[in-house]
């Protein structure tokens, strides 16, 4: 898989394989831990380090396999375009999610590069993206950045409203996070599941919805939970 890039890109996909796996390992770990806990904390940072260095990676070998790659077809800058998005996402989502700590007990709007400048990037970039899938006939392009783009009204929309109860910031931080979760798997069943198994078929969009069929409900159960818990 690196043989295609040159030194030093091939160094960034070996960090992006590496660290993409580091965080498909920990992702479920805080999940299943307690809430403000060593182990929660902990693996939390260590998931959020891992795909810091996976949407940066991505974000140095997707403008080259788009722009320069002399053997590029049409569906490898596909799937790097994709993979470019979906690390914005992903990125977004997690920097909204560890963000919101600083402003627990905030009281009024929050309007402000921090929180606001990723979700606003990503709207310009799903814009884009559903053009681009809206031209190609490419439904995994459309229903993503569909999904990419509410996500981020939903995150401007928090950040321009006071709080409605004392827990909007722990229920916002647990969406973005699981929201991360959900690119994170998805990029893996996208472009490294096709590498892993090349005789298997991985090219159905049915494929590519499979993680946020499966972890969508599994959010939404668990904001159901700590609701019941908390008493909301």
Excluded at 55 to 82: H, K, N, Q
Excluded at 207 to 224: D, E, G, S, Y
Aim: a positive charge; hydrophobic letters at 55%; aromatic letters at 18%.
């Amino acid at each position: 898989m690196a043989n295609n890039f040159p030194f030093p890109l091939s160094l960034a996909i070996w960090a992006h394989i590496l660290a993409g796996s580091l965080a498909l390992f920990c992702f479920t770990i805080p999940l299943f831990t307690r809430k403000g806990g060593k182990i929660h904390a902990r693996s939390g940072w260590v998931y959020a380090g891992a795909m810091v260095v996976v949407a940066l990676s991505a974000f140095l070998i997707t403008p080259w396999r788009y722009f320069v790659d002399p053997e590029g077809t049409d569906r490898t800058r596909a799937f790097a375009f994709f993979l470019f998005f979906i690390a914005l996402f992903s990125l977004t989502s997690l920097q909204q999610g560890i963000f919101v700590f600083r402003f627990k007990k905030r009281v009024g709007a929050v309007v402000s590069i921090g929180s606001i400048g990723f979700p606003v990037l990503l709207i310009l970039v799903s814009a884009l993206t559903l053009i681009k899938g809206l031209a190609s006939q490419n439904g995994l392009f459309v229903l993503f950045a569909l999904l990419a783009g509410r996500t981020a009204i939903k995150q401007i929309n928090y950040w321009r409203n006071p709080p409605l109860q004392s827990k909007d910031w722990w229920f916002f931080h647990l969406e973005n996070m699981f929201t991360c979760c959900i690119a994170t798997v998805t990029a893996f069943a996208v472009t490294a599941l096709p590498r892993i198994f090349p005789q298997a078929h991985f090219d159905s969009i049915w494929v590519w919805l499979a993680p946020t069929f499966i972890l969508v409900p599994w959010m939404i159960w668990f904001t159901r939970k700590y609701e019941l818990q908390f008493g909301l």
